[in-house]
């Protein structure tokens, strides 16, 4: 059985920093996805990893895939206030079917 | 990507009842995909529904509790019968055009049961 275990699951920030947000899992997989979600909305797509070593990069978010490892990063520089939400990584397990990290609460204060 | 409207955006239902929550793409879609979201947690996923064969339930979940209908390649509802306060969640549907895609989520549906 697939799992997919995201760390840290609470995080509080301030604005200017940088952190990273890691994903593991436990079985292989060449695909994996990043999703934001601000409370009470739907899931909105960030990256798509499609291989090993690819690297996707939007505004002050940057996503990394190592399917060696079997982990993945979510690189925040500079946080900003709006860049608050719960971040879930995602694992294809074949068939389209997707397992879900337990989801990082990142606030970021002034 | 793929429009998803869901409907309803949000209901309270009385224990023992059942409620439908229908799913409606804006172009055709091979798979659709039903998934829970308890509160505060992650997303589970219930089923997947494929037009013209039966839904394929993950396990933990039945047939008889999430009974899946998908008539056609843009539509599909799920049915959460015999609601019990546990079935309180947030149940979403999502679909994806081709494997290189992200899915695509709909709003989803706040389900509340008294």
């Known amino acids: 059985e697939l799992k997919v275990e995201q760390n840290p699951l609470f995080l509080s920030m301030q604005e200017g920093k940088n952190y990273t947000i890691y994903c593991n899992y436990s079985?292989?997989?060449?695909?994996l996805y990043w999703y934001r979600q601000d409370p009470g909305k739907s899931l909105e797509s960030l990256f798509v990893?499609?291989?090993?070593?690819a690297v996707k990069q939007e505004g002050r978010l940057m996503a990394s895939l190592d399917t060696k490892a079997r982990l993945s990063t979510l690189h925040i520089t500079a946080a900003v206030h709006d860049l608050s939400a719960t971040y879930f990584c995602?694992?294809?397990?074949?068939?389209?079917?997707?397992?879900f990290g337990q989801g990082t609460r990142l606030t970021i204060n002034p | 990507s793929a429009v998803i409207s869901q409907k309803p955006s949000r209901d309270i239902c009385q224990r023992g009842t059942s409620l439908t929550i229908q799913c409606q793409v804006d172009?055709?879609?091979?798979?659709m995909f039903w998934y829970r979201q308890q509160p505060g947690q992650s997303l589970t996923l219930i089923a997947t529904?494929?037009?013209?064969?039966?839904?394929?339930?993950e396990s933990g979940f039945v047939i008889d509790k999430f009974p899946i209908s998908r008539p056609n390649l843009t539509f599909s509802t799920l049915t959460v019968s015999n609601m019990s306060p546990e079935d309180s969640s947030i149940y979403l549907c999502?679909?994806?055009?081709?494997?290189?895609?992200?899915?695509?989520f709909g709003d989803g549906t706040r389900l509340s049961i008294l």
């Open positions: 990893l499609l291989s090993n070593g």
């Open positions: 172009s055709q879609v091979t798979m």
């Open positions: 079985t292989t997989s060449d695909r």
């Open positions: 529904a494929n037009q013209g064969s039966e839904a394929t339930y």
């Open positions: 995602a694992v294809d397990m074949g068939a389209q079917k997707l397992v």
């Open positions: 999502s679909v994806r055009g081709d494997r290189n895609q992200p899915q695509h």
